[in-house]
Every structure is written in structure tokens, then in C-alpha cells.
């Protein structure tokens, strides 16, 4: 298995209050993700990051941030949380041969309950 | 607008038949797909991909189709276990930066003894 840890795992938080979910990888590889995954959407992407300080929005980024100062840690924060946001949060990783085309690697998930 | 839809929510199938799982996508820039296997509780697991330049990958008992004209790729899992009991996603990536997968809205299968 791919050396992804996610902290924390479970997380109960009220409207309005900042959250940080952490994301750690062993494999030191150069693309990080993180993913939501909801009900009838499958896993869709909120940010990403292709190296230490660059990072992009995905699909769903509105109400999002992350950083990443270095290559195995990618922070998913919250600014200030809505019940919309309740999900669970998965992080992934992936190491692209020759440029692309490789598998991603997920993290066990954060299941986060905004209330 | 949903570029991968996996159109069956769900599928139950006898132990030891085939199982199909199918996916439809509608950006032409994708050019890679994977499926992907999640528990409950636990993260996607990778199972098989295929690029574009190929229509048919196998891996034991899993194979998946990729019929680019229809824009349509299937799984295929022959026999089924009920250890394959599992909510199944459909992914694709194009020439984009990042490497990003879109996913589809996934496939609960359920294996019967």
C-alpha cells in the first residue's frame, strides 16, 4: 500500500469554524490531490498540487485552501465550515511516468460532519 | 455537467456469473481511463486502466473494453466473488496539467453466494 496517511480520520465541527485536514505521503511523489466524495458524484476534485508551493483549483474549490510546503504534506483547510461541506475528504497521490498516465493512490479518507 | 456517468447506481449479480459494470464519458480529450474499487470506510483501491490506443486490458479475472467511437469503456469480472462486493468508479484523465482524474458517479455491485 502507498504510504498516504490522513489526519484526522473523523472530525465533528460547527458551522463557521476553520478546519485543517492534514495529508502525508512516504513515496515522495510529486502530485498530490484531494477529493470529496458525496453521494450520486462519485469523488470530485477540490485542489491539487504538482510540487512544493504550486498548487491549482479543481472542480470544486469554492470555500477551499491549501498549501504545501513541503513535498510530503498537502493541507485541506476549511476557512469557515458549512453544513454543505459535510463530506468525506480523500487525499491522493500520483507519480506520473514520462509526464502522465499513471494511477492515483488514495489515503483512507476524513469524514467530516459540519453541524 | 458530468463528464463520466456510470448511469447504473447499482448491480446484483449470483457468485461465479459475470459481472459488467459500464461507464460512458463525453469529453474526447480523455485519453486514459481507470476503475477504481472502494469499501466502506476505506479509499479507492486501483484496479485496472487502459489507455486510448487500446480497446481490450485484462488482469485475471478483471478486463476492461474501451469503445472510443462511442465513447463508452465497460468491466468486465468473470466469475464473480462475493469479495468483489464493492462500489466501483469509473475514471478518465486527459493531456491536462496535474495528472487529474474525473470521476464517475460510481457502481454499488453486489455479489450473491
Known amino acids: 500500500d502507498a504510504g498516504i496517511t490522513q489526519s484526522p480520520r473523523h472530525k465533528v465541527t460547527e458551522t463557521g469554524t476553520p478546519v485543517t485536514l492534514r495529508c502525508h505521503q512516504t513515496?515522495?511523489?510529486?502530485?498530490m490531490y484531494w477529493y470529496r466524495q458525496d453521494p450520486g458524484h462519485g469523488l470530485r476534485l477540490i485542489h491539487y498540487s504538482y510540487g512544493v508551493k504550486d498548487t491549482d483549483k479543481g472542480e470544486v474549490s469554492d470555500g477551499y485552501s491549501v498549501s504545501r510546503s513541503k513535498t510530503e504534506d498537502f493541507l485541506l483547510t476549511l476557512e469557515s465550515a458549512t453544513s454543505s461541506q459535510t463530506s468525506v475528504y480523500f487525499c491522493?497521490?500520483?507519480?506520473?511516468?514520462?509526464?502522465?498516465?499513471?494511477?492515483?493512490?488514495f489515503g483512507q479518507g476524513t469524514r467530516l460532519t459540519v453541524v | 455537467d458530468q463528464q463520466v456517468k456510470q448511469n447504473s447506481p447499482s448491480l446484483s449479480v449470483q457468485e461465479g456469473r459475470i459481472s459488467i459494470l459500464n461507464c460512458d464519458y463525453t469529453n474526447s480529450m480523455f485519453d486514459y481511463f481507470l476503475w477504481y474499487k472502494k469499501y466502506p470506510a476505506e479509499g479507492p483501491t486501483f484496479l485496472i486502466s487502459i489507455s486510448s490506443i487500446k480497446d481490450k486490458n485484462e488482469d485475471g479475472r478483471f478486463t476492461v473494453f474501451l469503445n472510443k467511437s462511442a465513447k463508452h469503456l465497460s468491466l468486465h469480472i468473470v466469475p464473480s466473488q462475493p469479495g468483489d462486493s464493492a462500489v466501483y468508479f469509473c475514471?478518465?484523465?486527459?493531456?491536462?496539467?496535474?495528472?487529474?482524474?474525473?470521476f464517475g458517479g460510481g457502481t454499488r455491485l453486489m455479489v450473491k453466494p
Open positions: 475514471a478518465a484523465s486527459g493531456p491536462y496539467a496535474g495528472n487529474m482524474l474525473t
Open positions: 513515496e515522495n511523489h510529486r502530485y
Open positions: 491522493a497521490i500520483s507519480a506520473p511516468k514520462w509526464g502522465r498516465d499513471t494511477e492515483a493512490f
